[in-house]
């Protein structure tokens, strides 16, 4: 963990962060729940509850932290402006400039996806480029709150209240981290495929060793993962109690409920191995190596283990619950024996090359964490 810094008053108002933690939070459960109404009901109007979730976390980011930088440059004291980042003669923190563009990025990206479905048609997959736009967007805005809460802990360590709210917005992003995989690491099939763990290797450590470095917290990493198994879990539970019914032809199966996403990566238990090496290795280069390595190995070994297992009861018909929510498939696909079987197991077998290369990405994602982590430490702005 970081050693403590010398903490200061803060210089800028608290309450934008809640703002933009508010405004992230409406984002991914905006989008959630968007995943899930293509899924039940199909292309809607762009007018649906899921939409404005999104979008109402872009208008409140960016009124927010423009309220902050119109403060800051025009009301604020020579003491609260040294404390910011200078853009076209305007002053205000990192985190505000990254959620005003995530919003810009946002707003943009809404006529654009309007006019891809009226010349394209449906999406064959969720990253169309009006998608990959607005996920830069919300991206933005989940950084931006990282930053925010991250100035306001680095200046006040002693406030546990910007402890927990940075390793939300860290859990937030991995969330995000998710959504963007939703193709490779969502359904529970995939995950006796090589695939699986490789994507896996490559997006989680990154952000869980990055949290653990610069936060003050004694289970960053682990409690970030809970931030992001707790937010999934609550869709997995909450979108089926909604009555929907499918809207789109072709339409191969009866859906009376909205469908949940698929239940959660167990992202904990491998994110609390990469807390306990990173709470036994100190710092420097020669040791952020060593700590790149233990917590990259330690990552894979605990998901290896605890997902190949956890698969095999997820896509057997015991999981079609409400707890755990499998079963629930879209509108648009054929009922058949591929809900229960594990897909492309013989075409991308879990191999130990396959591993052998999870394995190095996991310790390179890890690596790029630390030294993430260690700069986010020192930022104060």
Not at 69 to 95: D, I
Not at 175 to 197: C, K, Q, T, V, W
């Amino acid at each position: 963990m970081q050693q403590s810094r010398t903490a200061r008053p803060s210089r800028t108002p608290t309450w934008p962060l809640g703002a933009v933690l508010v405004a992230a939070t409406s984002v991914v459960i905006g989008v959630i729940w968007d995943i899930s109404w293509h899924r039940t009901i199909g292309r809607d109007t762009f007018w649906t509850p899921a939409h404005m979730a999104i979008y109402l976390g872009g208008v409140l980011a960016g009124t927010s932290c423009g309220w902050l930088v119109l403060k800051t440059t025009f009301a604020g004291t020579p003491e609260s402006q040294a404390g910011t980042v200078t853009f076209w003669g305007f002053k205000g923190p990192l985190g505000a400039w990254l959620a005003i563009w995530g919003a810009f990025a946002m707003i943009t990206s809404a006529p654009f996806d309007n006019w891809w479905h009226n010349a394209y048609g449906l999406d064959v997959q969720v990253l169309s480029p009006p998608h990959v736009l607005l996920a830069l967007g919300f991206t933005g805005i989940q950084l931006g709150a990282l930053f925010l809460a991250l100035a306001h802990q680095n200046n006040e360590g002693d406030r546990p209240a910007f402890r927990w709210g940075y390793a939300y917005a860290a859990g937030l992003l991995v969330a995000n981290a998710s959504i963007m995989g939703f193709e490779y690491i969502a359904f529970p099939n995939d995950m006796h495929r090589a695939l699986f763990y490789q994507v896996s290797a490559a997006a989680f450590p990154i952000l869980l060793v990055a949290t653990a470095r610069a936060s003050r917290l004694t289970w960053p990493a682990t409690t970030t993962a809970a931030v992001y198994m707790g937010v999934t879990l609550l869709m997995v539970w909450v979108l089926p109690l909604f009555p929907a019914t499918a809207r789109l032809a072709p339409i191969y199966r009866s859906v009376t409920n909205m469908v949940p996403p698929p239940f959660p990566i167990l992202l904990v238990l491998p994110a609390l191995a990469v807390d306990l090496i990173l709470r036994k290795s100190g710092t420097g280069r020669g040791r952020d190596w060593l700590a790149a390595i233990g917590a990259g190995l330690a990552f894979v070994a605990v998901l290896l283990v605890v997902q190949w297992e956890v698969s095999r009861y997820l896509v057997s018909p015991a999981s079609e619950n409400a707890f755990f929510g499998a079963g629930r498939w879209n509108y648009n696909s054929l009922p058949g024996s591929w809900e229960h079987e594990f897909w492309n197991a013989r075409e991308n077998p879990l191999t130990a090359a396959g591993v052998g290369i999870a394995a190095l990405l996991a310790v390179a994602s890890a690596r790029m964490g630390l030294w993430w982590g260690s700069w986010m430490a020192r930022v104060r702005r």
